[in-house]
């Protein structure tokens, strides 16, 4: 296969970018009454709307036959058949099999079936969900568990949170769940502050249950509840593990019998389909956990089966690469006009910049394209207030994904009405632009004298031209939003194939991690090791007023 820039389908991209450089979208709207029709669709309740975009026909033609020079059908028949893509690591990648609704087998790598061991695990955790949830499981005085509090991080943490938070309107009313990932000591504090151990539940969420962050607030947390009244023989009951890594569990002190299992084949930012979803699970009880699983499943079974042409995940990878390669954005923005969907960019953060932030291709090769974005976003309108001075002025294209429900889960007075106008307008905004001509006559009419509009008037000319997507969908319940969350997985590993990027790896958070013990030691007294003069100086400068102040 020839080099990626260097392929027939990429070099006929770069000559259809140039002649579409003279083309603004808001001509292709005039142009063709169709478009939206045109360049939309809908999946698994989910409507995609990316006329917004600077396409044609033709653009969309080019970019599924790069789709298909570079094999994505075959790369997404490999994923779902669990070949081990992860190949760094030498590990099939099957986040879709813990979502499976049918029982065909899946065999990671042609080893054994994985279905009936999924099936058994989320059986036993349902039955502790529910007992949780009703009553029958309680902790060491026999009180219901009021606090349910997961310790995690990445992929441990902000899936859970993202989900937790998005379905809020489902949630058990007295069951609070929280979530202490940071190893700052604050956040553990804060959270403990409000805790009574005898109705607190911790659950201790790592893939590896080595990483730093989690061990440290595990055993301090686990100090608390013994400095609090807990015994030694009560820590089965107030500690649950969700591991790949028995072995490292059993070392902490968590037996079989409070521990759920998942498996190397579950990448720690696609794990909250496992067991690592069990503060979800609680917050919203195992029915509607299904449901969540369910809409997943729908979004694989879309992505896995429909053409390159009306595949959503295929075409919102693609849209992306048009933008990043071609027209140079250098980001993403996530704007949710969706209250409770205000952790989500926060979690599509790990989830493509650890999968796409790449610059090494799979075969090792430094790659000579741009790879992941940098993703970022707030919840609208907030962010209309924040940022997007700079999506519609600023002075490279930054496509926007707008997300929005329908229906509100709080109707209340005008505001649902208000908030949708806002995302309508946004979109149309970044798209249209604003033209000297159109400008200058607004000024005229608002009757500005003439020194004054000549002064005022490029500042307020909009290019337009921006592209953004709409995801919008009836409610935000549990379904939608599993298959919410996959189009985004599926969405990456598209631009991962493209990009010739093995997505499933995260090499690149083991350096920090490395000269952090290093650099821990050092902070606790032992000599210095040879550092830039930069790390040097702060090093000693922190340790200076740390010991001061004990
Ligand atoms: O940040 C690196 C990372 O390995 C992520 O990929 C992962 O989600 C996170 O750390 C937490 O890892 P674990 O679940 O093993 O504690």
Redesign the pocket.
């Known amino acids: 296969m020839p080099s990626l820039t260097a392929s027939p389908a990429w070099q006929a991209l770069a000559r259809h970018r140039r002649d579409m450089g003279a083309v603004s979208t808001r001509s292709l709207f005039a142009a063709d009454p169709e478009r939206y029709r045109r360049f939309s669709l809908e999946a698994c309740g989910i409507r995609l709307d990316y006329s917004k975009n600077r396409i044609t026909a033709e653009t969309l033609e080019l970019l599924t036959g790069l789709a298909r020079e570079r094999d994505l059908e075959g790369l997404r028949e490999q994923l779902f058949s669990g070949s081990a893509i992860n190949t760094t690591e030498n590990r099939a990648v099957l986040h879709t099999a813990l979502r499976q609704r049918h029982d065909a087998p899946v065999t990671p790598d042609g080893g054994p079936d994985v279905i009936p061991e999924v099936r058994a695990v989320m059986q036993r955790l349902g039955a502790f969900v529910d007992g949780v949830r009703f009553g029958s499981v309680t902790g060491l005085s026999g009180r219901r568990f009021k606090d349910v509090v997961n310790i ?5 943490d902000l899936g859970p949170l993202m989900v937790v938070e998005a379905l809020r309107p489902y949630q058990h009313p007295d069951l609070r769940i929280r979530f202490v990932s940071n190893v700052d000591g604050t956040h553990l504090y804060d959270t403990l502050d409000w805790l009574d151990p005898e109705t607190t539940l911790f659950i201790i ?4 249950f080595t ?1 730093e962050e ?1 061990m440290t607030n595990a055993r301090s947390a686990r100090d608390w509840f013994l400095g609090e009244g807990g015994t030694e023989a009560d820590i089965g009951k107030h500690f649950i593990a969700v591991s790949a890594n028995t072995a490292e569990v059993a070392k902490f002190g968590i037996g079989p019998e409070s521990t759920f299992n998942f498996w190397e084949w579950v990448g ?2 696609f794990s909250l389909w496992s067991a690592v979803g069990l503060p979800m699970a609680m917050a919203i009880g195992m029915e509607r956990f299904d449901r969540l699983l369910a809409g997943a499943h729908a979004m694989d079974e879309h992505f896995h089966t429909a053409p390159l042409e009306a595949n959503m995940p295929a075409l919102l990878g693609l849209l992306g690469v048009w933008a990043i390669n071609f027209w140079d954005a250098p980001a993403h923005a996530v704007v949710p006009y969706d209250q409770y969907l205000h952790r989500l960019p926060a979690y599509l953060q790990q989830l493509d910049m ?1 999968s796409n932030g790449k610059s090494v291709d799979r075969d090792g090769n430094r790659v000579d394209y741009a790879t992941a974005p940098v993703i970022f976003g707030e919840p609208g309108t907030n962010a209309q207030h924040s940022f997007f001075q700079l999506l519609h002025q600023g002075t490279r294209p930054i496509p926007v994904d707008f997300l929005a429900a329908a229906e509100s889960h709080n109707p209340f007075g005008d505001h649902h009405r208000l908030l949708l106008a806002n995302m309508l307008a946004q979109s149309e905004a970044l798209m249209r632009g604003r033209t000297a001509g159109e400008a200058r006559a607004e000024l005229e009419a608002a009757g500005t004298p003439a020194a004054r509009l000549d002064a005022l008037l490029p500042h307020k000319v909009f290019e337009g031209n921006r592209p953004s997507n709409a995801l919008l969908y009836k409610k935000l319940d549990p379904y939608t939003l599993g298959a919410l969350i996959a189009l985004y997985e599926h969405k990456i590993f598209v631009q991962g194939v493209i990009w010739n990027l093995n997505s499933f790896d ?1 090499w690149g ?1 083991e350096l920090g991690k490395a000269l952090a013990r290093t650099t821990g030691a050092e902070l606790a007294g032992a000599p210095a090791a040879d550092h830039d003069s930069s790390t040097a100086g702060q090093l000693l400068w922190l340790r200076e007023r740390m010991a001061t102040e004990s």
């Open positions: 995690g991080i990445g992929g441990s969420t790592s893939k590896t990483t989690t720690g930012r650890e995260q958070v």
